[in-house]
């Protein structure tokens, strides 16, 4: 073992310098070629990977403690349950939905959060005496956007990706919902349709996913804005 000759720190067999000063290590009777390093010369990164179902199990703890404190807070006030039951709804909702996220399936996935968001407005529509607009609006309108979902999920899905059909796709299917927004907004208003305002809205829609579609079935001039776009 040697010391640094300029500050005294001891030194391992393998150092050329010393570690804290930097001064050149010369000892003739080390034979430098084979003594082993006293370092790894690589550098092993981990990388932790995050327990999911621990987190989940703490994230459910955490919402099953504050409704239990939001319905003893009413009773404690009140004297009865009343407005807890929303904060229940909605812990009991965001605990389903947070559940099946994890699902594989996405399909499976995205219908029961779409049925779960379908009971948690129910609800919020039977509290309130509203289960009109529940029926005749909410209901349909996550309907459509459901089937939109679906179909969007389904079209990303698939093996042979055209982003810009995708998007002409997207594009097509939002203007569509939008007229059918409209003629269930007409109904439940005023009993009979009358398209005004979705007509102005999806005119300009519709344009521009025929652009993408016509631009998606051209190779050569999807290649040719590739190009431009990746310089």
């Given amino acids: 073992m040697s010391y640094c000759v300029n500050c005294g720190v001891k030194l391992s067999k393998s ?12 000892n003739p009777n080390i034979d430098i070629n084979n003594i082993e ?13 995050i327990n999911w179902k ?7 703890m955490f919402l099953i403690v504050f409704g239990l404190t939001t319905v003893l807070c009413d009773l404690f006030i009140i004297g009865k349950i009343t ?8 812990t009991a909702y965001v605990g389903i939905v947070l559940f099946f996220m994890f699902l594989k399936n ?18 919020i529509a039977y509290l309130n005496n ?5 029926l005749y609006l909410v209901m349909p309108f996550l309907f459509i956007f459901g089937i939109f979902c679906l179909i969007i999920l389904w079209i990303i899905k698939r ?18 919902s939008i007229i059918v927004i409209e003629i269930l907004i007409d109904l439940y208003n005023f009993k009979t349709i009358d398209l005004y305002w979705s007509i102005f809205v999806t005119l300009p829609i519709l344009l521009i996913s025929i652009v993408f579609i016509v631009i998606s079935c051209n190779k050569k001039m999807l290649e040719e804005i590739k190009q431009r776009i990746f310089i």
Wanted: aromatic residues 18%.
């Fill in 83 to 90: 407005w807890s039951l929303y904060v229940l709804a909605s």
């Fill in 106 to 123: 996405k399909y499976i996935s995205l219908i029961i959060w779409l049925l779960s968001t379908e009971l948690f407005i129910f609800l």
């Fill in 15 to 26: 150092e050329h310098k010393c570690p804290l000063c930097g001064t050149i290590v010369v």
């Fill in 54 to 60: 621990y987190l989940f199990n703490l994230f459910n």
């Fill in 130 to 134: 509203g289960m009109s607009w529940f």
């Fill in 159 to 176: 093996k042979n990706k055209n982003l810009i059909r995708i998007l002409s796709f997207v594009l097509f299917f939002c203007a569509l």
């Fill in 37 to 49: 390093e006293a370092y790894p010369d690589r550098i092993e990164i981990h990388n932790p990977k």
